[in-house]
């Protein structure tokens, strides 16, 4: 009787061995379904450099096309009247531009979707309106008007309602641009008699002049960490490309030849900067790094290309979490999903669980059954004793 009970703890110690060996500890998730909350809206991942909106006279009249950010694939987006100065929203879905249906200088700040459709008027009046920009929220948009005698800078909704005038002088204001943290605006004016790059705050209080001196600046565009604010001036002779840190220290010229180059652009992941040169006799969009290297011809046909605007990639992720429904895979599997579940699963691994359990079961069971199997037994010599 003693002999057939000796098995019981030779398999318990076998089993708890099999469970030492180290086994990974996993949350299976793999063929995972990812369900999102009725509503849930995308938002884009930033600083994914995307496509390139810009002013061509390639079909005979100034229009915008976009292509990506090597020059391939051009396309033209606007399909009706004069087009100019699109601007990329924050979140790479829409554009916003300067139209003129009937073709003449009347033009007027729209938006549209990022391939064209959907086109919407945001201003309407007898004056220019042009040159749109867009807040890092995306809530606002400024430009430029002539709506009260001169040309000065606007601000408005994005839907284009609370039209508001930020500057308010006898020159021009114009090309405003928001900084990345929505604080300020930098712009170009000629109340000094020459051209200048200001900055103000976003109610267009705290005007300050960043350039400050007797040629002509213009044209500010922000690094997307706001640390630079790149700008053309001829303070060396011609026009090129310049970048100052954002209150007008640290100024360093980044192009260098004998023709025009001005209209910088940041690419999103701030590493290049677009802009347009007229060095191969006509006006084309190049493309360099952020230190003024590498500069490349993107367009390089017979018609002038001006005004780049650089777009983030619109590749979304959700706003909300989503309902994670696990099940077990039959094949290896990375899953990463926007709940941060990363799981690898195998066949080895699921047996190992598997067999880990049954062990842990079989144990407990016989370690249980030989306690049961002993008392009795003891019982049992205690009444014949």
């Known amino acids: 009787m003693k002999k057939r009970f000796l098995f019981i703890p030779i398999v318990a110690v076998l089993l708890v061995s099999l469970m030492t060996v180290p086994v990974p500890v996993l949350v299976v998730w793999a063929d995972t379904t990812v369900q999102f909350p009725p509503g849930t809206t995308m938002n884009p991942i930033s600083q994914i450099n995307g496509k390139i909106a810009f002013n061509t006279s390639r079909e005979g ?43 003449g200088t009347d033009m007027e700040i729209y938006v549209m979707n990022a391939d064209g459709s959907g086109q919407t008027m945001l201003t309407n009046n007898k004056a220019e309106d042009w040159d749109p920009a867009w807040s890092p929220d995306g809530t606002k948009i400024v430009f430029n008007s002539k709506r009260d005698g001169n040309m000065q800078i606007y601000m408005m909704n994005a839907d284009g309602s609370g039209q508001t005038r930020l500057t308010n002088n006898k020159a021009e204001d114009l090309d405003a641009r928001w900084s990345p943290d929505g604080t300020k605006i930098a712009f170009y004016s000629n109340r000094d008699g020459n051209g200048e790059v200001y900055i103000m705050n976003t109610d267009g209080s705290g005007q300050i002049n960043l350039t400050n001196n007797k040629n002509d600046d213009g044209n500010p565009s922000w690094c997307p960490d706001g640390t630079k604010i790149a700008f053309y001036s001829n303070r060396d002779g011609n026009y090129e490309i310049y970048v100052m840190n954002p209150e007008g220290s640290g100024l360093s010229r980044i192009t260098n030849n004998d023709d025009r180059d001005e209209n910088p652009a940041w690419s999103p992941d701030g590493t290049k900067i677009a802009f347009t040169s007229g060095r191969d006799g006509n006006l084309e969009i190049y493309v360099m790094n952020a230190d003024g290297s590498e500069q490349t011809n993107l367009t390089n046909n017979p018609y002038a290309d001006l005004y780049p605007n650089w777009g983030i990639s ?72």
């Open 61 to 103: 009249w100034y229009t915008i096309y976009v292509m990506n950010p090597d020059g391939s694939v051009p396309s033209r987006l606007a399909n009706s009247g004069h087009a100019a100065d699109p601007y990329w929203s924050p979140d790479g879905t829409r554009i916003a531009c300067s139209i003129s249906i009937g073709g």
């Open 314 to 385: 619109p590749v979304s992720t959700p706003t909300t979490t989503p309902t994670i429904t696990p099940t077990i895979a039959t094949n290896p599997t990375l899953i990463s999903t926007p709940a941060t579940v990363t799981a690898l699963v195998s066949k080895s691994h699921v047996l190992a669980i598997t067999l880990s359990v049954i062990g842990v079961i079989v144990v407990v069971g016989g370690f249980l059954w030989f306690i049961l199997i002993w008392r009795r037994r003891q019982n049992k010599a205690d009444k014949t004793s």
